[in-house]
């Protein structure tokens, strides 16, 4: 499953969905990121940090730089529920994660609260703790993305 909304903090509005320019392989539910020198997203690496983290893709997209793709613009109001690498647990909540992938938080082991590449902050655990188990939690972005940056990606898409 990889990412899932599942609050938006009380807001009875729709999350705000975008189409951008996309570039590469880009999974369902998946987190991507922004790239501002080319103005396409693209899925996000292990590691990424939070100051290009952009969303989660709504679907899956394959190749070419010529399509765009639905994407769930990250929120403070947001929480996520987040497939994790190994077995969820309470030693992991309160913590600063990184990405595995596109589509799992690594959290075995989390990162100091000034590492830029902490994404995924883990409030509670969904599901088994003898399992996979699965993270509640917000995503971290130190550089909201403004009205102008996403006006420019749609109008140069155009």
Known sequence: MAFRLVSSGGNVTDAAVVDLPASGAIYKD???????????????????????????????IDGASDVSVPVILFDDSQIWEADCVSAAATTQL???HILDDPLRVENINSVSESASTGVFFALQITGSTSGSGKLLGKFLRRVPVTPSTLWNTYVNAS
């Open 94 to 96: 309160l913590m600063r």
């Open 30 to 60: 998946g987190v991507v990121v922004y790239d501002t020198n080319q103005n396409f997203v693209s899925r996000a690496g292990a590691g990424a940090p939070c100051t290009a983290i952009i969303g989660v893709a709504l679907k899956h």
